[in-house]
């Protein structure tokens, strides 16, 4: 007979005979407001960390377990992992780097003269750590946490590591982005609940590292490349600047109106299906349609009749003809003098073609001389085109001056305007059209020029051109 308690104490037994991994000893370098709240939650997870910084103060004040900012919970915090003996501040980078297994690198990223990024405290602190890691044996992680531009984190800091210290990045070393989302006052409850962890890497052992320290509090981290995390964390905070001034202009719009700004955008807030959503937050073609560019115009207008400011607002309507101007610009790239249209309407599954923004890309093609071969799977010779003009006749150009001949550019099998054409824009993602353009673009090396992100991966050919990928 089984003797479960016998069982269960052996199956105790075997458990806490597994070797645990320990614990990983880390380096923040920059004990500014993201050094200071990471060196305090690293610590918390149980993480021996070195505060690495020049200005002896700010290392004065983590080494006695002092908050050197002002941030909820963050004194508390520093103060119990000093008295574990969990937490040491020092202005020695090298020899942070020579006893700890990661570094954290979280220095100042100012801009510079010129508006760009500012890169002399991410080249000081690389020739410093790479003195550590010239003479330090083992596998070092570099994690770069700072806002720089993409390509940084392997341009600018990494060759300076492999320069100074003799090693080979994958061999001796890894380096990895990992961008913050701490929110200025409640930065340590962003710590422990994060909206998102995302590791950019170099190699599989770099990634591994990093997910074993964010384990405790995300344990499913986004792994990427390096170059798509750095991206990352500008588009995050360009997209907040985006939304405070969008609702900053409703709000002066409003009031002009004397309508309540906040009641507006509670109302607004609740739809989670479309504006606080995935939904038209992904890069493709222009905007177009009955409803989107007449009321972009709309409010401009109303606004300029109430003498209210709205830069963001007016200015939709330059962005959407700069993603048009690009279609426009890679056709002519082609070279094509007959260019096939896949997609006709502003969107799949309708014969709407007011203010679809192909039809401004036929016209300037047409202008030129060019041939053009159009199919859409819901528009037909038959379509009532005619009957869409008199609503269009002051927003869409496009269609005003191709009413009369659009009917003879229609062809009703798309294989033909494959067959027929010198290169293909496609503007519509369907299961028929992905297979025609792989045909096109393999057999026929017919130019495709896709505005809408036919496939999740972009293919390796090099007659195919994405419009912003």
Known sequence: MLDIAAFDRARAGLVAAQPVPPKAAISVVGLGYVGAVSTACLSSLGHEVVGVDIDLAKVADIAAGRAPIHERDL??????????GLITATDDLAGAVRDTDVTFVSVGTPTAPDG????RFIEAAARSMAEGLKVKPGFHVFVMRCSIPPGTTMKVMTPILEELSGKKLG???GVAFNPEFLREGVAVAD???PPKTVIGATCDQTADVLRRIYAPVDEA???TSIETAEMVKYVDNVWHATKVCFANEVGRLAKSLEVDSHAVMDVFCRDTKLNLSPYYLKPGFAYGGSCLPKEVRAVAHIAKAQGVCLPMIENLGASNRAQIDSAIRLARDTGARRIGILGLAFKPGTDDLRESPILEVIAALRAEGI?????DPAITRDTAIESQLGYVRHGSPGLAALAGELRGFLVDDP???ARRSDAIIVTQRNLVYSEI??????DLQTPIIDVVRLYDECPKIATYRGIGW
Not at 75 to 84: N, P
Not at 116 to 119: A, N, S, V
Not at 371 to 375: A, K, R
Request: proline share 3%; hydrophobic share 45%; charged share 20%.
């Open 371 to 375: 041939e053009i071969l159009i199919h």
């Open 415 to 417: 294989r033909e305007v």
């Open 221 to 223: 981290p986004i792994l």
């Open 171 to 173: 061999m001796d070393f």
């Open 75 to 84: 004194g508390s915090l520093l103060q119990q992992g000093v008295c574990k």
């Open 437 to 442: 353009v792989q045909m096109a673009s393999e």
């Open 191 to 193: 710590f422990y609940a």
């Open 116 to 119: 760009g990024c500012d890169y």
